[in-house]
């Protein structure tokens, strides 16, 4: 881990008390969180994973993918439009839930 002192080191301070560089914010797709997407057909839900670790038909995205680049900071009921090989896609963020990784 940065020191606390080091220009990579990024502190958050949420209501008083001091987190070590990790962002908990709790209503934004960060990486590690679990996004539910829906678009006209069906809700499919994500985990925003580091990148070449994605496997959609395992459920996670990585951040470096168009879906997992246009959901980062997205929040619930934001409607996100990205570009695929097959064309353009538009789903909605209906739900940010669990964890960020723990790094």
């Known amino acids: 881990?940065?020191?606390p002192n080091h220009p990579a080191h990024v502190t958050v301070t949420l209501?008083?008390?001091?987190?070590?560089?990790?962002?908990?914010?709790t209503d934004r797709a960060v990486l590690g969180r679990r996004i539910a997407a829906a678009d006209?057909?069906?809700?499919?839900?994500?985990?925003l994973v580091i990148?070449?670790?994605g496997d959609?038909?395992?459920?996670a995205i990585?951040?470096?993918s168009p879906l997992g680049q246009a959901a980062l900071g997205a929040r619930s009921g934001t409607r996100i439009e990205y570009q695929t090989p097959g064309g353009a896609r538009t789903v909605t963020v209906t739900a940010v839930t669990g964890d960020e990784a723990p790094f």
């Open 15 to 25: 209501a008083g008390s001091r987190s070590h560089g990790i962002n908990r914010a």
């Open 1 to 3: 881990m940065a020191e």
């Open 40 to 47: 006209e057909d069906a809700v499919d839900m994500y985990r």
């Open 51 to 53: 990148p070449g670790a």
């Open 62 to 64: 990585s951040t470096d």
């Open 56 to 59: 959609p038909a395992d459920g």
